[in-house]
């Protein structure tokens, strides 16, 4: 089997309700869109997400597909996690289930990674908030902005959003990221980001088109303080030099510019030991 140019992740859990829609759209788009593969990961789902998301691949013939099946619940980082180690294009996408963000918002995070500009590509809804048409309740909303400044304190990330679920990879350079990350629910998405950043991987922020979809696994009042307390157990593990031997691999396969960007880093006093 040739290998694809674009790998698309879709983690799934508990999504049966919605995921035919989802997956159709996600199929329509990339039939027009080169060579490409899609990978649905199920988080041991108890609702038959993965018996819908099988019967929706198997009649797929245009898009390579695959259905990775989780036996238990595992968090959304560790079935991304998964997916994209799994992944043989040389560029990947994560989307959520939900398609917040359209698959027509694809080319913003992946054509920078391919041009050569970029190691990793993100979605961004704070960046340019009018394109958010269907904006979040109240509470969720600010929840994530009071979020996003406990993780810029916390690891001095100078970004704006880390947790849009729509990021794009070059995944030679990404793979020790995965192989080093240990948060596998609600702040892994600042883990991949503060260790690829400390490594010296090019990031860029990127405004794309949100929509709010209810239905969202986290609940605000339930989960916040496990999300602060993970990224509280992120700066404690830099400190302890968990990161370090990823974060070696990295500049050894990046080259030169992410060696300099590491030792700017360091010098910002953003700690991988």
């Not at 970004?159 to 849009?164: A, G, L, M, Y």
């Not at 020790?176 to 991987?201: K, N």
């Not at 830099?238 to 590491?262: C, L, M």
Request: net charge positive.
């Amino acid at each position: 089997m040739a290998r694809p140019s674009l790998s698309v992740v879709i983690p799934a859990y508990n999504e049966a309700g919605r995921l035919t829609g989802s997956l159709r759209a996600v199929m329509l788009y990339l039939n027009a869109y080169r060579s490409s593969e899609l990978i649905v990961v199920d988080d041991g789902s108890t609702d038959g997400t993965g018996d819908v998301a099988q019967s929706l691949l198997t009649g797929e013939s245009r898009v390579s597909t695959r259905l990775i099946r989780v036996s238990e619940n595992r968090g959304k980082g560790f079935a991304l996690k998964t997916g994209l180690l799994a992944a043989r294009a040389p560029v990947a996408l994560f989307t959520d289930a939900d398609l917040s963000t359209p698959m027509s918002e694809l080319p913003r995070l992946v054509d920078p990674i391919t041009r050569g500009e970029c190691d990793i590509a993100f979605g961004s809804r704070a960046l340019d908030r009018s394109l958010t048409h269907i904006r979040q309740p109240w509470l969720r909303e600010t929840g994530g902005r009071v979020f996003n400044l406990v993780t810029r304190a916390a690891t001095r990330l100078p970004f704006w959003d880390t947790q849009c679920g729509f990021k794009a990879f070059r995944m030679d350079v990404f793979r020790p990221v995965l192989r080093a990350a240990t948060i596998d629910r609600f702040a892994f998405d600042v883990e991949w980001l503060y260790v690829a950043h400390v490594a010296g991987l090019r990031l860029r922020e990127i405004a794309v088109r949100w929509d709010h979809c209810p239905g969202s696994k986290v609940s605000m009042r339930r989960d916040s303080l496990r999300m602060i307390e993970e990224v509280a157990r992120i700066r404690r593990q830099a400190k302890t030099g968990i990161y370090r031997t990823a974060v070696r691999e990295i500049r050894a396969t990046a080259g030169h510019s992410a060696q300099a960007w590491g030792r700017r880093a360091l010098d910002r006093r953003v700690a991988i030991a």
